[in-house]
């Protein structure tokens, strides 16, 4: 039995009842045209599939985690952990690594995936920091 659920529709200004899909699909992330994920959708009654309106971002951040985890990066949790057993702010934590603050706030809350320069410096970081307990410089 499919899911259903009701919905106030911002872009029609109407409640309808949509029900559930999953659907496997191909996508790209950057420079990865095969990554396969399982994105989420609300069918309305004329069968047109909808992302969640409470949660857009959620095959977005799906096909992020599939690139991440296809090209062997860090996740953003083990990012923001690296940076919180240092002990160190977002904007001291970038300094220290020559990324902007900017950059690496998105990339812990999943809004965009870091590019291979990225990867190599974080986890050039996690390593010295496991076997040092700090990074350079200290």
């Known amino acids: 039995m499919s899911k259903q659920k009701l919905f106030k529709n911002p872009e029609s200004d109407t409640e309808e009842w949509y029900t559930e899909v999953w659907k496997n699909e191909l996508i790209q992330v950057k420079d990865k045209t095969d990554i396969l994920v399982r994105n989420h959708y609300w ?6 599939l909808w992302g969640d309106f409470n949660n857009p971002m959620e095959n977005v951040r799906a096909g992020f985690t599939a690139y991440r985890k296809k090209k062997g990066y860090m996740t953003p949790d083990e990012i923001r952990t690296l940076r919180n057993n ?3 702010s977002v904007r001291d934590f970038a300094d220290r690594i020559g990324i902007t603050p900017s950059s690496l ?3 812990e809350n999943d809004q965009r995936v870091q590019v291979k320069y990225q990867e190599i410096i974080f986890k050039s970081a996690r390593d ?3 076997r040092n307990g700090t990074l350079p410089g200290n």
């Open 86 to 88: 240092l002990d160190l």
């Open 105 to 107: 706030t998105q990339i």
């Open 128 to 130: 010295y920091y496991q």
């Open 43 to 48: 069918q309305d009654a004329e069968g047109e």
